[in-house]
């Protein structure tokens, strides 16, 4: 069935470290896909979108490309802060479905960023 | 002014209990979802109603109650507590139901911390 995958984490990193956050999906067609940040202690936030192929997402100095040819959506940032420390969510919309629309999301990988 | 409010923030409570969970949104949006986020971070949508009508209803069991007096409140109330319903429950609102377009971004309440005892 659909689904997305995201690399488990944890995830530490020191400051000004390159982030890459892998997200892969599985369906049917080329569906919308979201990254959400949760910020401790807070609801999800949406962090970026995209919504077919070869689109580009960005936001806060994060970006992620639709790539339809790997099924992906990785995460990416040249340069984190401390302030970026949160949860991130890798999800999609599926096109298909028994009529049961919903947004999917991924189980999440934490971030830490030591100064 | 908080877009999505749920309260109470947190919520502990005995086995067996009956409790329930207040959101509001005043963004105006058509739809509203309830989500479940276990210990490990997995999030699960619970239910799903548009315009007070229910849209999504996932394999939740039927202590979960949801109640959307209208469209800008959902309430979700739970019977007969047990260990397992411990989880950070969110609230949530988007503009339209995710079958019509699926390009709507949710917007998330800060979450209710249920602990069950």
């Known amino acids: 069935g659909d689904s997305v995958t995201q690399m488990e984490g944890p995830v530490t990193l020191s400051e000004e470290a390159f982030l890459t956050i892998n997200c892969t999906y599985t369906a049917t067609g080329y569906p919308s896909l979201f990254w959400y940040v949760q910020y401790p202690g807070e609801g999800l936030q949406l962090l970026l979108k995209?919504?077919?192929?070869?689109d580009k997402g960005s936001n806060k100095g994060f970006e992620a490309t639709y790539r339809k040819e790997t099924t992906s959506f990785h995460l990416e940032k040249g340069s984190v802060q401390v302030s970026d420390s949160a949860v991130y969510f890798c999800?999609?919309?599926?096109?298909?479905?028994?009529?049961?629309?919903?947004?999917?999301f991924g189980k999440g990988t934490k971030l830490s960023v030591i100064p | 002014d908080t877009a999505v409010s749920q309260t109470p923030k947190y919520l502990v409570t005995q086995m067996g209990n009956d409790k329930s969970i207040k959101c509001e949104q005043n963004l105006g949006h058509d739809t509203m979802y309830w989500y479940k986020q276990d210990s490990k971070k997995f999030l699960k949508i619970m239910f799903s109603y548009n315009n007070k009508e229910l849209i999504i209803n996932e394999t939740v069991p039927n202590r979960f109650s949801p109640k959307s007096p209208d469209k800008a409140h959902l309430n979700l109330h739970i019977n007969s507590l047990e260990l397992g319903d411990s989880a950070v429950y969110f609230c949530?609102?988007?503009?339209?139901?995710?079958?019509?377009?699926?390009?709507?971004?949710?917007?998330f309440g800060s979450g209710t911390q249920l602990s069950v005892l």
């Open positions: 949530a609102s988007s503009q339209e139901s995710y079958g019509r377009q699926g390009t709507e971004k949710l917007f």
């Open positions: 995209a919504t077919k192929a070869d």
């Open positions: 999800a999609f919309f599926p096109l298909s479905g028994a009529g049961s629309y919903q947004l999917t």
